[in-house]
């Protein structure tokens, strides 16, 4: 089974912090993506990623980075953090052959800025 | 600008009946259209989904009903039981991206009275 991990479930930081949150796919997928999810919203598309090193804006990029250095890995980083950015944060990779399409979700990370 | 509209945004059903989702499109370069269903905690996993060479796919008591002309496609719920209680969400995505890039609905929360 394909497997997407998060690592952590919840985070608080303050106001003005540096946050990191990783991903980990198991499955040798190429492409990887950081969404966040709001009530009413849906799922909102940050940045993702098709190769090491490379990198895509999604629809809401602002105040976001991110990083991949390793295939299995794929890194959001916000620079500093505003409470605004309080929301779940999920990761999902896929590959691009074949069943290019199905996304695999990881279990999100639950951020709280204050 | 909202590449796929999803309604409704709620939905409550007594148990045994049909659950319909509804989900409209725009962009024709679109070439497959999942379905992802999320637990509360879990991350979207896949469902069920449909290319546009097919009107209509079944799996169990889900089944995708697809609109080419009229750019719509819908989930049917068949027999929905409390277990099916979750959040849904269309997706869509462009013939165009090898990057497997998905569009995302803005989810629908269904409820499932016992």
């Known amino acids: 089974d394909v497997k997407v991990t998060q690592s952590s479930r919840y985070l608080v930081k303050r106001t003005g912090e540096k946050v990191f949150l990783e991903c980990v796919q198991d499955m040798d997928h190429e492409n990887m993506f950081w969404y966040r999810q709001d009530p009413g919203l849906g799922l909102r598309l940050i940045y993702f990623?098709?190769?090491?090193?490379?990198?895509e804006k999604g629809d809401i990029p602002e105040g976001y980075s991110v990083s991949r250095e390793k295939k299995e890995r794929f890194s959001l980083i916000l620079e500093s953090a505003s409470t605004n950015q309080t929301s779940m944060y999920l990761c999902a990779s896929s590959q691009t052959s074949g069943r290019a399409g199905e996304q695999f979700f990881g279990p999100g990370t639950r951020l709280t800025v204050l | 600008q909202q590449q796929v509209k999803q309604s409704p945004q709620s939905l409550i059903v007594q148990k045994g009946g049909i659950s319909i989702i509804n989900c409209a499109y725009e962009n024709t370069a679109f070439d497959y259209f999942p379905w992802y269903q999320q637990f509360p905690g879990k991350g979207p996993a896949l469902l069920i989904a449909i290319r546009p060479d097919v009107s209509e796919k079944k799996e169990g008591r889900f089944t995708i009903s697809f609109n080419k002309s009229a750019k719509q496609f819908s989930l049917h719920i068949m027999d929905s039981q409390p277990g099916d209680s979750a959040t849904y969400f269309c997706?869509?995505?462009?013939?165009?991206?090898?990057?497997?890039?998905?569009?995302f609905g803005r989810g629908t929360q269904l409820t499932v009275w016992p």
């Open positions: 990623s098709y190769d090491v090193k490379m990198k």
């Open positions: 997706a869509a995505r462009d013939r165009g991206s090898t990057l497997g890039r998905l569009y």
